[in-house]
């Protein structure tokens, strides 16, 4: 138990039961003591990392977020055309989240309303750092005039709203259905947005007739 305790990457160890935990439990039954059993340390070691189970369940949801702006980050550094390398960004920030939540959907709406008031300060903050991908991708194509993108700044926030109905915060258990559909939807409005952004020599001749 010490040994586990001291390790570097304690936190990951702690958040990964946890994730594991809400998809047996939900967040309603889930205690610090499930947490505990399930990681092999002393329910202590859990509050000198997480003061309590929301701030807890909370960081994990933070770790998603965190992972989403890295792979962002990834894929707008790839060398695939502006408007693939859009594409990729927004049907990612919608399937990454819907991945990281699927095993537990039914216990989801549970969750969500749970920590409702706390994680609608940090959604704010999620999305600030995914526009600000967006903005980087977007000034690189207008100054590259592969993108016809005057205002990066506000088509970034734009389209981080377009696609932030699909997100699972938005989405109850049945909402968010099956996840080939997930992505045919965020697909469609992806393509719509991105429309609207190639210079018109560059737009296929289906989109100018």
Known sequence: MRHIAKRSDIRDLILDAVDALLAKYGY?????????????????????????????????????????????????????????????????????????????????????????????????????????????LLREGARLGSLDCPDPRTTSLILIQSTNSLLPFNLSARELGRREELEDQVGRIADLLIKGLLPSLSRPASWTR
């Open 28 to 136: 309603g039954k889930m205690t610090m003591d499930d947490v505990a059993r399930q990681v092999g340390i002393g329910k202590g070691t859990i509050y000198l990392h997480f003061p309590s189970k929301e701030e807890l369940v909370l960081a994990h949801i933070d770790r998603i977020a965190e992972t989403v702006v890295r792979k962002l980050q990834e894929t707008a550094g790839s060398s695939d055309s502006m408007d693939r390398r859009l594409r990729r960004m927004l049907v990612l920030r919608v399937l990454q989240r819907f991945d990281s939540v699927a095993h537990y959907s039914q216990s989801l709406g549970d969750l969500l309303s749970s920590v409702r008031a706390p994680l609608l300060l940090r959604r704010q903050a999620y999305f600030e750092k995914e526009a600000e991908v967006f903005e980087g």
